[in-house]
């Protein structure tokens, strides 16, 4: 009866249904150098189907494991439910776009350390194997590369994108490792379900607008599995619309996931996977059906987003290494489902090559998204808020002018990163959702408030219109002691954000160009 409890529970916290509904309030009129914005109620949300265009993003080894370079098109099958697809485009890995180290924008690692669900032991075994890849490479690393923790208390940036290595480096060695009393005593078992899943869909939700794959290394044991067989329908149906919204946020956001799971190998573990025909000791989810089918758990998420899980390994430092090296080559390539249908149920995924290749791609996908319930939604935006971390699909720049308590700032959005809806007069409009927060010089938050506003543009001019940003006009409170304001501003319609951290001391009078996450 107790488990049913814990059980029910989660049906109030998945995914932040404690989130409380952002208040309104009515913005001054907007400047004029983008199309006019109101305030407006945000649409309510239905569900959409996702099965338009899917995107692979595919490894291809020997028998070896060696990366297999210089494929063609015609070297790839791809089949899905058994059914074989059409490859409408294809990328090799050479044709990647590789920018320049002042502003390179692709691939980009990023390390978490999962002291929330890992044993204080396990976890420092797995920080000084980190050190011990990180010391292994090159002062200049090769990929741009985050470092954040999830702990009891939050999830947070330790060092935000970087190819300085020392850097990565002196970030461990500043951070004060958090015990994890949450994963040693009973009961915090679905809050470390529901804190681990909102990490998932922050991350995709932060990278949505950098280009290309994303290789995420999550050093931890991961959340508590959760055995679905004989839980009650609709506790069942809660539990996986909760992970089909983050393994579709990770896709979208072509984040794959590796699941390094540090627990110390002994030879006792090592007997066991040995005699269990794992001798690798890399965990793979069955390739024949919905990965969390039965199960939810971290492991999973590597075959459903193209990665690999690993357990009872030693070698985290040689683990990570491969996982990265993943990230840095492969295949993309895109078809459009010949099922056009709306059935939400997993569809798998398979790519066929010539005897002595294997391909590892994403092992399938949802193709319908379920909707975020305006409480989510309040509790994305906020949480995107009270971070660091660089969001980059609605590119954002910020000006203003402060009063002795207040600022009045005027938000610039990229207009062609904005989805518009079409008006039955033919005009375009955008909905955004603006959460306005102020900060200590420690960090700790002042005040908060979220906007609801809209961008109407007429027909007549929507080309030209969309050549210059949108403009928005708020007004923020300065409480005593704010130290930095963080601006968050969210496409209702996808869910998209984009971020801005300024000192209010030191607001620009004029629009700079948002700075690229390798910037930072």
Request: glycine share 6%; net charge neutral; with cysteine.
């Amino acid at each position: 009866m107790r488990k049913l409890t814990l059980v029910l529970i989660l049906l109030g916290t998945i995914l932040g249904s404690a989130a409380q509904e952002a208040k309104k309030s009515s913005p001054a009129p907007p400047a004029n150098s983008g199309p006019p914005a109101t305030t407006a109620p945000a649409a309510a949300p239905t569900f959409k189907a996702t099965s338009r265009l899917v995107l692979l993003d595919v490894v291809v080894t020997d028998l070896n494991g060696r990366f297999v370079d210089g494929l063609t098109k015609a070297d790839f099958q791809i089949f899905e439910d058994k059914t074989p697809q059409v490859i409408a485009s294809f990328e090799a890995p050479a044709d990647h776009p590789r920018n320049p180290i002042s502003g390179g924008e692709e691939p980009v690692n990023i390390f978490v350390l999962d002291e929330l669900n890992t044993k204080f032991t396990d976890m420092a075994y797995a920080r000084e194997q980190l050190v011990h890849y990180l010391r292994k490479q090159p002062a200049q690393l090769e990929q741009p590369s985050a470092l954040m923790v999830l702990n009891n208390k939050d999830f947070k940036v330790l060092q935000n994108y970087t190819r300085d290595r020392d850097l990565l480096l002196e970030a461990l060695k500043k951070h004060a490792p958090d015990f994890p009393f949450k994963q040693s005593r009973w009961g915090f078992g679905i809050d470390r379900l529901d804190r681990s899943l909102l990490a998932l869909q922050q991350i995709a939700a932060a990278t949505m607008g950098i280009p290309g794959r994303k290789t995420l290394i999550w050093v931890g044991v991961g959340f508590p599995v959760m055995n679905l067989i004989g839980v009650h329908e609709d506790i069942k149906t809660t539990i996986e619309d909760g992970v089909n919204r983050a393994v579709n946020r990770l896709l979208e956001a072509r984040v794959t996931v590796y699941p390094i799971d540090p627990t110390i190998m002994d030879s006792m573990r090592k007997t066991a996977a040995m005699d269990s025909g794992d001798p690798d000791m890399g965990v793979f989810a069955n390739l024949d059906n919905d990965p969390f089918d039965t199960d939810v758990n971290l492991a999973n998420f590597g075959p459903a987003t193209g990665g690999r899980s690993f357990h009872w390994r030693n070698d985290i430092d040689e683990v990570i290494q491969a996982s990265a090296e993943d990230g840095a080559k492969y295949y993309t390539m895109a078809y459009v489902p010949s099922d056009r249908s709306d059935d939400p149920k997993f569809r798998t995924i398979r790519i066929k090559m010539r005897p002595g290749l294997i391909a590892r791609t994403r092992n399938g996908y949802y193709p319908v998204d379920v909707p975020m319930t305006k409480d989510m939604v309040a509790l994305d935006i906020e949480q995107a808020a009270n971070n660091t971390f660089l969001y980059t699909a609605l590119p954002v720049t910020v000006t203003g002018k402060v009063t002795q308590n207040a600022a009045a700032c005027t938000l610039y959005i990229n207009a062609q990163a904005i989805s518009w809806q079409p008006l039955p007069n033919g005009d375009s409009r955008a909905q955004f959702r603006i959460a306005m927060a102020s900060f200590s010089g420690s960090n700790k938050r002042l005040a908060y408030d979220v906007k609801e506003m809209a961008s109407t543009t007429p027909a007549a001019s929507f080309k030209t219109l969309l050549q210059r940003p949108v403009a928005l006009r708020i007004q923020t409170p300065l409480p005593e002691g704010v130290k930095r304001l963080r601006f968050v501003v969210r496409d209702e319609a996808t869910g998209h954000m984009g971020a801005i951290d300024v000192d209010p001391a030191h607001i620009p009078t004029v629009a700079e160009p948002p700075k690229r996450f390798s910037e930072q």
